[in-house]
């Protein structure tokens, strides 16, 4: 990902992402889920993606861990579309698992940033098949790091 100019990011992400599948990211991990950015605005975003069979558990179904990566990506794009002073990190991530989806099917995860603080990021999102079904819902809390984002 190119570094776009302060106050920016968000039309620089909508011209080279939005309705796209992610490639090149800073996320290596957002980038090997191969997700689409179906939508991005100040505070939220949404993604999708078909479940791969290496992103399941043994029953078929995705894995909790891949649940919880698809919850921390969309989150991380809501975060990143505030075009904020500083980088930040996650200081939890709660995930509710609800409903299973199977390899082959798709999924949405839409996210929102509840509270943009100071120092502090709260954010959440719920996660759906293409049927509407709720199959997770996360939140985080987000920490601003010492890293500035104009010093990289």
């Known amino acids: 990902m190119q570094q776009a100019e302060k106050g920016k990011l968000l039309e ?32 939220s975003a949404e993604i999708s993606l078909p479940v791969r069979k290496e992103m399941t558990n043994p029953y078929g179904n995705i894995h ?40 082959g099917d798709s999924l949405i995860a839409k996210s929102s940033v509840v509270r943009y603080g ?3 990021v709260n954010a959440e999102c719920s996660v759906y098949d293409k049927k509407g079904n709720l199959l997770a819902k996360g939140h985080s809390n987000l920490i601003a790091t010492g890293m500035h ?3 990289e």
């Open 12 to 43: 620089w992400i909508k011209q080279n992402y939005e309705g796209k599948v992610v490639k090149g990211s800073r996320s290596e991990a957002g980038n090997w889920m191969g997700f689409k950015l179906e939508r991005i605005e100040k505070g």
């Open 64 to 103: 909790g861990g891949m649940m919880s990566l698809v919850v921390d990506e969309a989150i991380g794009w809501a975060v990143i579309s505030l075009d904020a002073e500083h980088h930040y990190t996650s200081m939890n991530l709660d995930v509710d698992f609800l409903y299973a989806i199977k390899e």
């Open 118 to 120: 100071k120092k502090i």
């Open 149 to 151: 984002i104009k010093g």
